[in-house]
């Protein structure tokens, strides 16, 4: 019987100008399928992988709004570290 983790989450703000748009999304992408289990991205109870440019981009998050990042995997920790790395930079732009 395998043992069971607790999510991990945390609040993030899209704060680049553009919001989260193709490339930042790529990027996100990009690092959440490095995850050993899921990655989400979560905007007002519509819950998405982030590993999925398409399912990133339905979210359509513009500057300012409140995402919640989550993790299935504690070991996972350093992928979501640098995902909200991402976004404290404002991805770059």
Same mark, same amino acid.
């Given at each position: 019987m $395998?043992i069971l983790?607790?999510?991990?989450s945390?609040?993030i *703000?899209?704060?680049?100008?553009? $919001?989260?748009?193709?490339?930042?999304?790529?990027?996100?992408?990009?690092i959440?399928r490095?995850?050993?289990?899921?990655?989400?991205? *979560?905007?007002? $109870?519509?819950?998405v992988?982030? /590993?999925?440019i *398409?399912?990133l981009?339905? +979210?359509?998050?513009?500057?300012?709004?409140r995402?919640? +990042?989550? *993790?299935?995997?504690p070991?996972?920790?350093?992928?979501m570290?640098?995902?909200v790395?991402?976004f404290?930079? /404002?991805f /770059?732009?």
């Open positions: $395998g983790h607790k999510a991990l945390k609040q *703000i899209i704060q680049n100008e553009l $919001g989260l748009h193709a490339r930042p999304a790529a990027r996100i992408a990009e959440a490095t995850a050993k289990k899921k990655v989400w991205l *979560i905007k007002d $109870g519509e819950k992988d982030a /590993g999925s *398409i399912d981009l339905t +979210l359509a998050a513009f500057k300012n709004t995402l919640s +990042l989550q *993790i299935d995997d070991a996972d920790l350093p992928v570290e640098r995902i790395a991402l404290e930079n /404002g /770059g732009e």
